[in-house]
């Protein structure tokens, strides 16, 4: 039953394997890093720890974002038959380690320094009650445009940089008879745009107290109902096939020349990169229009499932490859991500990743590093779902804006 990397695996088959049990000398590894990108990051970590004679079992489960990993994970627990090692996401961490199922990984922390190399941002997740209980391998952000260069110099496109600028490329294409933006119709996918819409449209601060504080009169608000009604716009450029596609066959669009524009996270690079494509010959990465100076971001931690008192040896290898520069380089150069450490040279990074270390820092700077709705680091899964539901219903047409708002007030007030 147990299939190898790259191989998709549901939900339910995925839960027939739960007999599974890693043995001394290896770790078992939920993740949902399935696609071609994303297992050549993963067999990075894999090699690595190979390297150090820890066995890797491999636990995949497909689905971007993550959400069928988190009900799979569910399930094992509720089995009595934990993963090892788990991906995570923001505050899903902070959930586990509520219920007290994550192993202390303090003291692998004091001797690696960790405190005093991992950005602060990502720290509010990494620990919980003063404990280290996850080791975060990358930061991602979700308000990227990725673009195919060849496409848009065929048709005299620059660069937008604005929501006007955008449409008007994006018209220009359709009218080519091309597609302009092409999107897979998943819930996750349809919200990870809306988290730079409304980012766009708001500015951080909206943005803040509509997902961070949950406010409702911001939720409710009139800019909310803009940032609908230009989601409503950005539906009238996907093809009619968009429904339910996966993440990475939309990037394939971009790749092949098929689509012009793709919006999403920077896991979006290592299909490019996977396909032998480079940054600012093949493909485009920019902000998305009026989000230049932000950063939404979400970052991949691994935490460790606890074994009896202490970490393991192999938890304890994982933690520390995770963790290692050296590793950190080595891994997203080819996920698309930057470093999850402040102390790690941008030399060995494409034009992207070099933007994308440079952007983090400035966002960081200037108060503009915001945690990702759509990724799970603004809100626990609750709320976070509840979201979801509301944007996809309205991408889908089954609310106007002005229900859509209705809609998500209340949906955040009941998720809470
Ligand atoms: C994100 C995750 C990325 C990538 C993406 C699509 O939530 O942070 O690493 O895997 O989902 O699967």
């Known amino acids: 039953m147990r299939r190898k990397f790259g191989v998709t695996m549901t939900a339910a ?9 890693a043995n001394a000398g290896e770790v078992e590894v939920l993740h949902w890093w399935t696609s071609g990108g994303e297992a050549a990051a ?52 902070t959930d586990w380690a509520k219920e007290g199922a994550l192993a202390n990984l303090n003291e692998i922390a ?13 720290q509010k997740f990494s620990k919980y009650d003063g404990k280290w209980v ?31 600028e955008l449409i008007a490329a994006m018209d220009k294409v359709k009218g080519a008879g091309k597609v302009a933006l092409a999107h897979g119709g998943q819930a996750w996918q349809d919200t990870t ?37 230009r989601m409503s716009v950005l539906r009238g450029y996907v093809d009619d096939n968009f429904s339910g596609r996966d993440w990475n066959l939309a990037t394939a669009m971009v790749i092949n020349g098929d689509a012009a524009f793709q919006f999403m996270g920077d896991w979006a690079k290592g ?5 032998g494509k480079k940054p600012g010959e093949d493909f485009l990465c920019f902000r998305f229009p009026g989000t230049q100076d932000q950063v ?5 931690q691994f935490a460790m499932f606890k074994q009896g008192d202490t970490v393991s040896e192999d938890q304890a290898a994982l ?26 040279s941008d030399e060995e990074f494409d034009a992207c990743g070099k933007k994308g270390m440079a952007d983090l820092a400035a966002a960081n700077a200037s108060g503009n590093l915001i945690g990702s709705m759509a990724h799970g680091h603004a809100n626990p899964a609750a709320v976070k779902n509840a979201i979801y539901d509301v944007v996809t219903a309205h991408f889908n047409g089954e609310y106007d804006s002005e229900t859509a708002v209705s809609e998500l007030v209340t949906a955040v007030e009941i998720a809470q």
């Open 13 to 21: 088959a995925a839960l027939m394997t739960s007999a599974f049990v």
């Open 42 to 93: 993963l067999n990075v970590l894999k090699d690595d720890l190979e390297k150090q004679g820890v066995g890797w079992q491999d636990m995949p489960v497909a689905g971007g974002g993550g959400t069928q990993a988190m009900t799979v994970l569910r399930a094992r627990v509720t089995a009595g038959n934990a993963p090892t090692a788990v991906q995570f996401l923001g505050f899903d961490i």
């Open 296 to 300: 939404t971001f979400n970052s991949d």
């Open 134 to 164: 996850a080791a975060p391998v990358n930061v991602h952000s979700t308000n990227w445009v990725w673009a195919n260069k060849a496409v848009l110099d065929e048709l005299g496109i620059a660069q937008p940089t604005t929501w006007d």
């Open 319 to 344: 933690a520390k490859a995770i963790m290692s520069p050296s590793f950190q380089i080595a891994f997203n150069t080819v996920k698309g991500s930057v470093p999850a450490r402040t102390d790690v």
């Open 193 to 229: 745009i809306f988290d730079a819409v409304v980012m766009s449209t708001g500015g951080p601060d909206f943005f803040k107290k509509a997902f961070i504080d949950l406010d409702p009169e911001a939720l409710g608000s009139d800019t909310m109902k803009e940032a609908f009604d």
């Open 271 to 275: 299909e490019f990169l996977n396909a």
């Open 110 to 122: 004091a001797e690696e320094n960790w405190d005093e190399v991992v950005p602060k941002a990502l």
